[in-house]
């Protein structure tokens, strides 16, 4: 059941620069935004189209929240925010873990929940701050091992980094590797440079979904996992590995930036990456 944005009042506290909802009027998906960024996640009506954890990030200028304006723009014309309107959608997703989520990793493959967020909850929100959970029912991960999933993020004004706690609840193993990763788009056609040290992963890549229009700026991806037991490149994706038991946590930071804003430069993104390990 979709549990409906907490409404905050900004009062004295100045305008509100964080927002997150559930967005039934287009897909059940499920957007979040501050004032430098913006992604969503896949739910129910989108599942086969596709049937994803991975975040989807949406490119902006800092400033103003845009997401709803979008998504009501969207219902005249649904190809809305693929088109610049400072900023847009130019990022693909597909089943992949896209601009940063995690999943079992076992028998040496990435294995993806069997639906899309099946539950979501804003737990808090004020004017700069806001934290919301996502629910992946039960599924069959491998041969008799059934995986749930709890996904919290919170996201801060002024931040292009979100923090993300997975919470994987299973049966059938005593433990579980996880992968956590971004997808890496066929790194010979789309990656520009990389920076892949313990614990961190960033690129620096090309629009890749430029099917609206041509694209002319370039996409800062990021996760950070400080205490990853490993790290590799899985089905073209750059992945940190947490082994955990039933019910333990697995903490990290996903990210994201716009050439055509104020990150402009790979150094300038990587440089803030780092920092994100402190």
């Known amino acids: 059941m979709f549990t409906a944005l907490l409404a905050a ?30 992604g969503r996640f896949y739910g129910k009506a989108l599942e086969g189209n596709p049937t994803s954890p991975g975040l989807d990030i949406w490119v902006k200028q800092p400033g103003a929240l ?5 998504y009501a723009e969207a219902q005249k014309d649904p190809g809305y925010y693929h088109h610049d309107h400072g900023g847009k959608d130019c990022y693909k997703v597909a089943v992949s873990l896209g601009g940063g989520a995690s999943v079992p990793y076992i028998d040496n493959k990435l294995r993806y929940p069997a639906t899309n967020y099946r539950t979501c909850e804003v737990k808090s929100i004020t004017p700069d701050e806001v934290t919301f959970v996502l629910g992946y029912p039960a599924w069959d991960a491998y041969e008799g091992i059934s995986v749930s999933l709890s ?12 923090d993300v706690t997975d919470t994987y ?13 971004i ?3 066929g ?44 790290m590799g490149v899985i089905d073209d994706h750059a992945v940190v590995f947490k082994m955990i038991g039933s019910g333990q946590p697995v903490s990290y930071r996903i ?9 402009n430069k790979p150094e300038k993104w990587f440089s803030l990456v780092k920092k994100q390990m402190k």
């Open 187 to 230: 790194a010979q056609d789309t990656v520009v440079k990389s920076m892949f040290e313990s614990g961190v992963l960033a690129i620096w890549e090309r629009a890749s979904d430029q099917g609206a229009e041509p694209e002319d700026g370039l996409i800062g991806v990021a996760l950070v996992m400080p205490d990853a037991d490993e």
């Open 255 to 263: 990210g994201s930036c716009w050439s055509k804003a104020r990150i």
């Open 66 to 70: 845009v997401a709803d304006t979008w």
């Open 183 to 185: 997808k890496l788009h």
């Open 9 to 38: 009042s900004c009062g004295n506290n100045g305008e509100q620069k964080v927002m997150a909802r559930a967005v039934p009027e287009r897909a059940d998906d499920f957007v979040f935004e501050n004032n430098l960024v913006a």
């Open 169 to 181: 609840t299973f049966t059938g193993t005593d433990s579980l590797t996880i992968a956590a990763g």
């Open 151 to 162: 996904k919290e993020v919170t996201l801060r004004a002024d931040s292009y980094f979100a």
